[in-house]
């Protein structure tokens, strides 16, 4: 690292721009140190102060050098814009800062932030600004400005200009259709945009003819406050139509970004207004250094404004969920017929395979013909009102975790153990069901198939391939694990296409609008808007699971992954089409009862890892923490000791 000294020589007020600004950032280099303590650099910049002091020369050179500064960079664009989108949608955003990732920065510049984020690209430079005085401050205003009043007005000017600058981007979001249509009735009555740039024009007129501690300023001031908080509550008021009609993850980007801005011109405002402006200015750059490390976060952006789309999203499966509860005999023999019916029919789904399987067709086609295959077949069991028990996890995870925010008592402890024990039973019932089912019915289809044609469903190399693919000793439970993974991903779909058809209003556009209604008539719309609205999660869920059962594993294969699809009923099925063309022998082969021991095993992969991704999202989605993990964990295991029945058969009522 360069020395003080060696650097002060290098100060060149009359050098271009980038040495002008390199000179700057390495200054600011030697200040921070090895970054190991604040009060480190604090001393360093108390021994830049007492070298200046002791060359009147220097002292001169660098006014000079400021005075350039300040007149080719704009520090009101820093003030004023400092952290926030260059456009107002989340994909340009994402972009940027990508962008910026990727792309170095360069000193050549007259943008003020660009510029601060090269010499301030630490959040140990926040510290060490928060640990500077009034003193201190003074200090150096007066070595780099050889008029330092002035220098405070025109910090003051600057500080104005900055707040015009955020109030115009806050009216113009409050005007735009996107947040206009979706205020409150009452936000839209009291017009809070329509008068901000006059308050903030009343306060710049008042306050170049008087003092901040006025009473004439200090109302005007007070009328901008209260005219700021009507806007953001405005702004909140968007919220609770999200609620309602769906979520936009552009649409919170827009809300935030109009948060933030309100929030800046506040902290302008304590600056502009501070008894201790050079303080309050130095504490503002330490927040904007804050403020340019999350700037470049790709994750903060998707966190910050995925929250509530994530919350919709689980709200909407948490809905879907319940309908996979079981809590009576009743409607746990209801479950067990739906995933006979969903077992059934995926022997279908398990001939069709192997028929594709014997075309021969390239690893993508394969694939494809394969995902829409799935897809035709789980859209199938939905219509047909049937159960398939590996879609029902990541649907049931979001009801149980909703149930969190609620547990104050032991009563309530007892009743969320009670879910868990209908949960596990209902997972039970509904892989029962389509196993114990899948099994026979695909052997009733290869002894049907042999009868007809003379061979079985597969021939016996095939079933060979099928035993050692399945085999507990192989990779089955990986696969098996990465399968749970797809199956929380189609959960994640289902909820973002239903949050998409409900945020676009689908369903009443399919019901009224004129095109749709004169090809359809009006209660035929309405009736296909109703079963639209009802379906939709499902066939995007069932479309999407297919797809990926059949693609994933072609494009793995592209990459050398080796990645394949375990899916519990599936493998069932082409277990048993194995069974059928290897005959009786096959139960003294022990490949068979390898396979037999896996199966279990994946229904239990599948089941767990799509459960417990979607748990985990939905607590974070539902805010839930402070979870006594303990407590629970302990009730559910008395449950298991005193009635281990319950997790798998319903009480007599």
Known sequence: ?????????????????????????????????????????????????????????????????????????????????????????FVSELAERLRRKLLPGTPETVDASELFSLALPTRFDALWLNQLDEALLVRLSRLVSANAPATADNWQGKVLEAIAYCSSQVSAAGFSPELRLRMSEQALTSQPFHALALDVAQLQVELMRRTPEDAVVQAAVARLRERLEACRQAVASVYAHLDDHGISVGLVFRLRQVRERILRIRELLDCLLSPTPALSAVKLLARLVNVGQDRYSIRALVAANSTLLAAKMAERSAETGEHYITRTRVEYASMLQKAAGGGALTALTTLLKFMLGALALSAFWAGFWAGAMYAASFVLIQLLHCTLATKQPAMTAPAMAAKLKDLGSGEAVGA???????????????????????????????????????????????????????????????????????????????????????????????????????????QRAGRWAGFMRRNVSGFASNIALGFMLGLVPAFAAFFGLGLEARHVTLSTGQLAAACAALGWDIVRNPALWWCVAAIPLIGALNLGVSFYLAFRLALQAHNVSGVDRARIRAAIWKRVRSHPASFFVPARA
């Open 416 to 522: 969320f153990v009670d879910e868990v024990t209908h949960l596990v039973r209902s997972q039970v019932a509904a892989v029962l069901g389509n196993v114990l089912v899948v099994f026979p019915v695909v052997l009733l289809l290869s002894g049907a198939i042999y009868f007809a044609s003379g061979h079985p469903m597969i021939d016996a190399k095939e079933a060979e391939h099928v035993l050692h693919s399945l085999t507990l000793l192989g990779p089955t439970l990986l696969f098996a694990a990465f399968t749970g993974v797809l199956l929380f991903a189609a959960s994640l779909m289902a909820g973002w296409a239903e949050n998409w058809f409900v945020f676009y209003r689908l369903d009443s556009a399919m019901r009224y609008n004129p095109r749709i209604t004169a090809v359809l008539g009006a």
């Open 1 to 89: 690292m360069r020395d003080l000294d060696s650097l002060l020589a290098a100060l060149d007020p009359q050098a271009s721009l980038a040495r002008r600004h390199l000179w700057l950032i390495n200054l600011l280099a030697w200040i921070r140190g090895d970054q190991s303590a604040p009060l480190a650099a604090v001393n360093r910049l108390m021994q830049l102060a007492d070298a200046v002091e002791r060359q009147p020369e220097l002292q001169q050179r660098l006014q000079a050098w400021w005075a350039t500064l300040a007149r080719t960079v704009d520090i009101t664009i820093l003030l004023a814009d400092f952290g926030f989108a260059p456009r107002t949608a």
